[in-house]
């Protein structure tokens, strides 16, 4: 028998019908670009994150270009970034000619750490460059720590850009992501946890001026008239059709995000008396993208996914490889004092199947296979 790792079907097997109708009447209205479908969106997620600004866009990655074409990021700057995410956090720095440099993260959160963000642009305005903002990541769920962050940030003179693509709808000191930054951003990519089915992504801010450059930047910088381009923008609307069914999917995000609480809980308590288990502070709330445990290194990793995978059970690693030891970012400045927890990281992470349908028999068999795989050397 085989498991999913994400299981969309389930999901879709509960809002079908609603998406059916969503998409019907997007079919009959044919306002396929900018329907109304798309503004009601944007008002329900700032209703829920309580953002002042919701400003859709076309993916997860352009919505971390969109703030930075905001803030002018330019040649000569520098934007701090995590290594130990996916390659669109730091993918937007140089698009725009500016420098990512890279930043450690924390061993128990894999979020990143403020005194590697602090060493970083120490070394970043030693050499020259200019810091402008830094864009923690809500890895695998979890609120990045914020308020060490935003310390330093105001300090430096940094913009804050909170790369929520895996953590919309998680809290951290009461904060919802979304309203946390000078921006957040999120994707919609399918297997995130508010995904839809295609590409689409969101800003969110709670200043106006902002709001209304991104409303221009991504509709081809328009002005009040959209044949009058007041500044160069790019094309990076969400489809009509995307947010309508993102409509149905966030009447249920709530009800699923108590789900995965269940899910992970479920893991933590099966597993962590073998196992390095996720650990949230009190002070936080994950939506759990990943359930990622730790392995003692990539030879017992490679063991316990090869034993999990010959009964039928998926796991994945997130991330294999830091992205200053990728191809197209190895030339990036990094911390002056190395990036050792994120290279250590990489060796031993490993991500169990995780999703808000997972059913409490298929969760114990997971534990038990997993225990199994442990025992065993
Ligand atoms: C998925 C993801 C993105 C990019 O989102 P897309 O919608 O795929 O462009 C950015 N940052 C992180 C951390 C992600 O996981």
Redesign the pocket.
């Known amino acids: 028998m085989s498991l999913a790792f994400i299981d969309l079907a389930a999901q879709q097997a509960r809002i079908k019908d609603r998406v059916d109708a969503r998409m019907a009447d997007v079919l009959a209205h044919g306002a396929y670009i900018m329907g109304p479908e798309v503004a009601e969106l944007e008002r329900g997620l700032e209703a829920f994150s309580g953002a002042k600004h919701c400003i859709s866009c076309a993916?997860?990655?352009d919505a971390?270009l969109l703030p930075l074409m905001v803030l002018k990021v330019r040649t000569g700057d520098a934007v701090f970034c995590p290594s130990f995410?996916?390659a669109?956090?730091a993918e937007v720095v140089p698009s725009l000619g500016a420098v990512p440099v890279f930043v450690d993260v924390d061993p128990v959160s894999f979020n990143m750490d403020p005194a590697s963000l602090e060493r970083a642009i120490a070394w970043a305005r030693g050499a020259g460059l200019t810091p402008r903002a830094v864009i923690p990541?809500d890895?695998f769920g979890l609120p990045a720590d914020y308020d060490a962050i935003e310390a330093i940030a105001r300090a430096e003179g940094l913009a804050v850009i909170a790369?929520s693509?895996?953590g919309y709808g998680a809290t951290y000191k009461g904060r919802v992501t979304g309203a946390i930054g000078d921006f957040a951003t999120t994707?919609?990519?399918p297997a995130?946890p508010l995904g839809c089915y295609g590409?689409?992504?969101a800003v969110f801010t709670e200043n106006d001026e902002w709001a209304d450059l991104l409303r221009s930047y991504r509709f081809h910088g328009k002005g009040a008239d959209k044949y009058d381009n007041v500044r160069i923008g790019m094309n990076s609307r969400l489809d009509t059709l995307q947010a309508a069914i993102l409509l149905e999917k966030l009447a249920i995000y709530a009800d699923e995000i108590a789900a995965r609480q269940v899910v992970a809980r479920r893991y933590t308590d099966g597993l962590s008396d073998v196992v390095e288990t996720p650990v949230v502070g009190n002070d936080s709330r994950s939506v759990w993208a990943q359930y990622t445990i730790k392995l003692a290194d990539a030879e017992q990793r490679t063991r316990v996914a090869e034993a999990l995978k010959a009964e039928g059970v998926p796991t994945n690693v997130y991330y294999p490889l830091p992205l200053h030891r990728q191809t197209a970012y190895s030339g990036f400045p990094v911390d002056p004092a190395g990036l050792p927890v994120s290279e250590a990281l990489a060796q031993q992470v490993l991500s169990l199947p995780m999703h808000p349908y997972l059913a409490r028999e298929d969760q114990e068999r997971v534990i038990d296979l997993l225990r199994k795989a442990l025992a065993d050397g």
Do not use: E, R
């Open positions: 993916n997860g990655t971390l995410t996916f669109a956090t990541v890895l790369d693509a895996q994707s919609f990519f995130k590409d689409g992504g």
